[in-house]
């Protein structure tokens, strides 16, 4: 088992900037990759951006540009930077972490955006 810990989120004004970071304990070892789903009030989760073993990310496009994705190996942390934030960026954002064919989720940690 993996358990996820998500801090930071919280409430911002529009074109500002959050940090969230993910803490991975348990079973971590042969992590894969890990990363940022979120999901806004009424609509499905849709994922948000990734970052594997070996540091290659990717990003939704209505990211793009403005959200950054890193690792810690050596910490089993991931962090998010979001940047140039907008009140469509509002929804809960979880982590998750892929073990082998096991996907493992975070409890999620609430983002919203003013206008």
């Known amino acids: 088992q993996v358990q996820l810990e998500e801090s930071g989120g919280g409430l911002v004004q529009a074109g500002g900037s959050l940090s969230l970071s993910c803490a991975a304990s348990?079973?971590?070892?042969?992590?894969?990759?890990m990363g940022w789903y979120r999901q806004a009030p009424g609509k499905q989760r849709e994922w948000v951006a990734s970052v594997t073993s070996d540091g290659n990310t990717n990003y939704a496009n209505s990211v793009k540009g403005r959200f950054a994705i890193s690792g810690d190996n050596a910490k089993n942390t991931v962090y998010l930077q979001l940047k140039s934030l907008k009140p469509e960026d509002t929804a809960v954002y979880y982590c998750?972490?892929?073990?082998?064919?096991?996907?493992?989720w975070g409890k999620g940690t609430l983002v919203t955006v003013s206008s």
């Open positions: 348990g079973s971590i070892f042969s992590i894969n990759a």
């Open positions: 998750y972490t892929v073990r082998g064919a096991m996907v493992y």
